[in-house]
């Protein structure tokens, strides 16, 4: 499969971000352009998202680590710190899982390492309406990622986004993703990463509770939970940027 990716940036130390559902690289542009000066920066599009591809291997979690070691292998990258929004911080766990020598710190952005009742249900509700059309999954996610006010004073740009992803969204790779987070489960397995883990989490979020939160934070033995106000699901809205900006700066 060819997959789809930015690798730019100065200074001694790697960052690699890693995006959510039915999303792209271009969820992390901002903080790229602030953080490329300082950093070697890696964003790219997870498999059968935007410009990367589905290819015909069976979708796993464990098939999308290992895309991203496969591009450590590429790019010659010895040791990185991960970031990861959602399904990828999902894909930052796994991988450190699988490939902790590859691993400096990692940063969980809206992640859980188990699913409960109301995420499961939300799974539920997102595979239904994907299946009827993406601009039916996309109405249906934004009122569960980000806040009412935000949504109002973006309305008309996020109908414009919506729209431009109709056209390229690929269907089967949102249904596979939502099928493998809905089966994901590795909280046994978090007391092996000794990694330095920051996880943030916004206290409105509707997807993931602030019970999974804490599940992680209390089984990764070297982590820290920090919680924003008046935040969804999706953290980088813009009264959240310069103070995520600084909480990476300052921890890796």
């Known amino acids: 499969m060819e997959v789809n990716y930015i690798f730019?940036?100065?200074?001694?130390?790697?960052?690699?971000?890693?995006?959510?559902?039915?999303?792209?690289?271009?969820?992390?542009?901002?903080?790229?352009?602030?953080?490329?000066?300082?950093?070697?920066?890696?964003?790219?599009?997870?498999?059968?998202h935007c410009n990367s591809s589905l290819g015909e291997n069976e979708f796993t979690m464990d098939l999308l680590a290992e895309d991203l070691h496969n591009l450590f292998l590429k790019l010659n990258i010895e040791k990185?710190?991960?970031?990861?929004?959602?399904?990828?911080?999902n894909i930052a766990l796994t991988f450190?899982?699988?490939?902790?020598?590859?691993?400096?710190?990692?940063?969980?952005?809206?992640?859980?390492?188990?699913?409960?009742?109301?995420?499961?249900?939300?799974?539920?509700?997102?595979?239904?309406?994907?299946?009827?059309?993406?601009?039916?999954?996309?109405?249906?996610?934004v009122k569960y990622v980000i806040p009412q006010e935000v949504y109002d004073e973006n309305r008309e740009v996020l109908e414009v986004v919506k729209n431009m992803k109709a056209e390229t969204a690929n269907i089967k790779a949102i249904e596979n993703g939502i099928d493998v987070v809905i089966n994901f489960n590795i909280t046994d397995q978090l007391s092996k990463i000794e990694n330095k883990t920051l996880i943030l989490y916004g206290i409105d979020d509707d997807i993931v509770s602030l019970n999974l939160a804490q599940v992680l934070n209390n089984n990764i033995k070297n982590s820290e939970l920090i919680i924003f106000d008046n935040t969804k699901h999706n953290l980088l809205i813009e009264n959240n940027i310069s103070k995520i900006l600084k909480l990476i700066k300052e921890f890796i």
């Open 8 to 48: 730019e940036g100065s200074g001694d130390k790697t960052i690699v971000f890693i995006h959510g559902l039915a999303d792209s690289l271009e969820y992390w542009m901002g903080l790229y352009s602030m953080l490329k000066n300082e950093y070697k920066i890696l964003l790219y599009d997870v498999r059968g």
């Open 80 to 89: 990185a710190s991960l970031v990861g929004l959602s399904l990828g911080g």
């Open 96 to 141: 450190t899982l699988k490939y902790s020598e590859f691993v400096d710190k990692i940063i969980l952005m809206s992640s859980y390492s188990e699913n409960d009742d109301n995420l499961t249900s939300k799974l539920i509700e997102f595979k239904n309406t994907i299946n009827i059309s993406y601009e039916v999954f996309f109405d249906n996610m």
